[in-house]
């Protein structure tokens, strides 16, 4: 096992690796920006450097600064954590190129992964469905228009550089087709350096439905069954739970079975997450694979009981699962909401500013991961999530009983924050009854 990991991100995903860390016995080093510098939780790990100013793209996101952070601390490992440089196949390629284990999937799995196309390819030679659509990249509005014409509109025409929503256009009619693909190809260019796109059915009023996964180097892959993240507002997720409501039993066993299928077939390694939508007739398609660790992971930890970051560290130092498929039993109904300093009647504008006051909600089957406290400073720098507040109950309407519950009990002073709109949805009958699909809240709240 490793004896030292640095920790190469910060805030709440930062401390939850640095409290795995030490539970395993494992030392951490620690970076921080200019804007973290003196940030409570830096405290908890065993040594802590500043590789820069504020600004992520001077800091976070530097390979060179992270990699001399690294070693310096004389680390075995690196933990990316979420965002930042988690996704960046040359990040990881550094990292085997200076001998430090990279705690994620191999630099290889995340250039295909990146690329959409790849994947999609990938996943129809595993009969793994994925929505009707082009072969393969579309070049031409010729090209596009054909596809179309066989598939029939609305259509999608996705970069196979984007993802996360980046880098889409939905095209209605032929005439608005021949724009949206030369815009598309234009725009993927720009964004990504790189101009490929390929089309796809659209699928209205989806929801996003998600598999966690977990492959260890000795050809072992499991699920730990899905998430249900449907509940998003200009794809930012805002509330995310397991099992997902209403959905049968048949269809989540094949949609979890499709994701190991997938996962193998890429030579997947450490934690991964495929995605999919659902459409209204309950038919599921393969969107793209994630590979990170996500901010929603914990609810599945309290479904499965696993901890997925302790799980992803002993994948990376070679240890073989220690569980199998069968062991991994789901138990109740967990609710994870994101608290973000955002004010909702400002269009979700950042708050930034002191948190004056927090009293964190406690009580049976409560978590709340953040690293804020009286004092801290929330820097607009940043992304304006403060913690993840979780439930965990023995059947879904308990679980939205108990965040409810804990909600009210949730009190921040200082900056304003996403806790009134949450509250809102879990009174929502489409929440309650489980029947929210990806453009629920948009609809519900057009006004922001
Ligand atoms: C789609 C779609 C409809 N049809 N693909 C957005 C995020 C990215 N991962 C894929 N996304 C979508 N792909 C087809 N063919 C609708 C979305 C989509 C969406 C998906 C999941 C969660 C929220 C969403 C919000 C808007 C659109």
């Known amino acids: ?53 504020a600004k992520a793209s001077e800091s976070y996101l530097r390979v060179d600064r992270v990699i001399s952070a690294a070693e310096i601390g004389n680390v075995q490992a690196i933990h990316p954590g979420y965002g930042f440089l988690a996704e960046n196949p040359y990040f990881a390629d550094v990292c085997r190129s200076c001998q430090i284990e990279f705690i994620g999937p191999t ?51 996705k970069a196979a550089a984007g993802g996360g929503g980046r880098g889409m256009r939905v095209a ?34 989806p929801r996003h439905i998600e598999v966690q996964i977990l492959a260890d180097a000795h050809g072992n892959v499991v699920h730990l069954w899905e998430r249900d993240c449907t509940t998003q507002r200009r794809h930012q997720k805002l509330i995310e739970e397991s099992p997902a409501p209403n959905l049968d039993q048949a269809t989540r066993q094949a949609l979890c079975e499709a994701a190991v299928r997938l996962a ?13 939508i659902v459409d209204r007739q309950g038919r599921f398609y393969f969107i793209e694979l994630n590979a990170r660790i996500q901010v929603e992971h914990p609810v599945t930890e309290l479904v499965t009981g696993i901890d997925l970051i302790k799980a992803q560290i002993r994948i990376a130092a ?28 400002r269009n979700f504008r950042p708050s930034p500013g002191r948190i004056e006051q927090i009293h964190v909600p406690g009580g049976f089957g409560t978590r709340f991961d953040s690293h804020v406290h ?30 409810k519950r ?6 921040i002073e200082g900056v304003k924050t996403t806790v009134p709109r949450l509250a809102e949805i879990l009174d929502h009958p489409a929440f309650t009854e489980g029947r929210m699909d990806t453009t629920f809240l948009e609809r519900t709240w057009p006004s922001g």
């Open 107 to 157: 630099h290889e799995v995340m250039s295909l992964v990146g690329d959409k196309n790849a994947a999609r390819k990938l996943a129809r030679e595993h009969d793994v469905p994925v929505v009707p659509g082009s072969d393969g990249l579309v070049g031409t509005v010729d090209e596009a228009l054909a596809v179309a014409r066989g598939i029939g509109f609305p259509v999608l025409i």
């Open 1 to 53: 096992m490793f004896k030292r990991i640095l920790v190469a991100n910060r805030g709440e995903i930062a401390l939850r690796i640095i409290r795995a860390c030490r539970e395993m016995g494992i030392e951490t080093v620690a970076i921080f920006s200019e804007a973290d510098r003196g940030a409570a939780y830096l405290e908890l790990a065993d040594e802590a450097y500043c590789v820069g100013p």
């Open 264 to 276: 193998k077939a890429a030579n997947y390694l450490n934690a991964g997450t495929v995605e999919f």
């Open 406 to 411: 804990a909600l009210q009990e949730l009190r």
């Open 172 to 205: 209605l009619t032929e005439e608005a087709l021949r724009n949206a693909v030369q815009q598309a190809q234009a725009e993927a260019d720009a964004a990504f350096g790189n101009a490929d796109v390929y089309l796809e059915k659209y699928i209205e009023h």
């Open 374 to 403: 009286p004092g801290y400073v929330v820097s607009p720098h940043y992304d304006s999530m403060l913690g993840k507040l979780l439930v965990h109950q023995p059947t879904r309407p308990e679980a939205i009983a108990a965040m």
């Open 318 to 345: 070679g240890e073989p699962l220690a569980f199998g498929q069968e062991d991994i039993q789901p138990r109740g109904a967990a609710i994870e909401c994101r608290i973000n300093a955002e004010d909702t009647g």
